[in-house]
T-cell receptor, first 114, second 115 residues
Framework: DQQVKQNSPSLSVQEGRISILNCDYTNSMFDYFLWYKKYPAEGPTFLISISSIKDKNEDGRFTVFLNKSAKHLSLHIVPSQPGDSAVYFCAATNSGGSNYKLTFGKGTLLTVNP | DAGVIQSPRHEVTEMGQEVTLRCKPISGHDYLFWYRQTMMRGLELLIYFNNNVPIDDSGMPEDRFSAKMPNASFSTLKIQPSEPRDSAVYFC?????????????FGPGTRLTVL
């Protein structure tokens, strides 16, 4: 039933190393994907997005890769910093649809150890 | 701008009581969204408004839930009567755009506990 799946509830990495967060989707109508970051006691904040016409989008230390044939996307953080420790949500939408709504995954808790 | 404002931040109530959550979106934003976050289901969209009009309420779990947006600067989410399974964090978010915009701004959330 979950159209956006983040199969790893948690991930722990060392400071300075790469963090890779994964996301899978099942709805072939999804054509726009977003990552949000959430700190405790705060609302999610937008991090980075990618359209299905691209396979990569980069913003500083954050890069999102999209593999449409596999219905898979990943967020790479390089180098990881302790301040990156947060819950990361993957979200997807059909930008051409009449409904403007985001479908979120359950999130992955990233812990970056100093 | 102060961002999206939600009140209260925490609410503890007893089963059967009415609960009202409040949201003030960012000024100028024409879309407003209500989400619920639980461990089991993650972040779910309950309802969203465009220019104060409800567009999609398919995520509202039951008739016990209702949402209103009487004007561009205020929205409420009401649960009546509340049940323990309604315990969750409820987020309000807003965005701007007559077409798809890639960023929704979230409030800090209201943590609801129904005993």
């Amino acid at each position: 039933d979950q159209q956006v799946k983040q199969n790893s509830p948690s991930l722990s990495v060392q400071e300075g190393r790469i963090s890779i967060l994964n996301c899978d989707y099942t709805n072939s109508m999804f054509d726009y994907f977003l990552w949000y970051k959430k700190y405790p006691a705060e609302g999610p904040t937008f991090l980075i997005s990618i359209s299905s016409i691209k396979d990569k989008n980069e913003d500083g230390r954050f890069t999102v890769f999209l593999n449409k044939s596999a219905k898979h996307l990943s967020l790479h953080i390089v180098p990881s910093q302790p301040g990156d420790s947060a819950v990361y949500f993957c979200a997807a939408t059909n930008s051409g649809g009449s409904n403007y709504k985001l479908t979120f995954g359950k999130g992955t808790l990233l812990t970056v150890n100093p | 701008d102060a961002g999206v404002i939600q009140s209260p931040r925490h609410e503890v109530t007893e089963m059967g009581q009415e609960v009202t959550l409040r949201c003030k979106p960012i000024s100028g934003h024409d879309y407003l969204f209500w989400y619920r976050q639980t461990m089991m289901r993650g972040l779910e969209l309950l309802i969203y408004f465009n220019n104060n009009v409800p567009i999609d309420d398919s995520g509202m779990p039951e008739d016990r839930f209702s949402a209103k947006m009487p004007n561009a600067s205020f929205s409420t989410l009401k649960i009546q009567p509340s049940e323990p399974r309604d315990s969750a964090v409820y987020f309000c978010a807003s965005s701007f755009g007559t077409f798809f915009s890639d960023e929704q701004f979230f409030g800090p959330g209201t943590r609801l506990t129904v005993l």
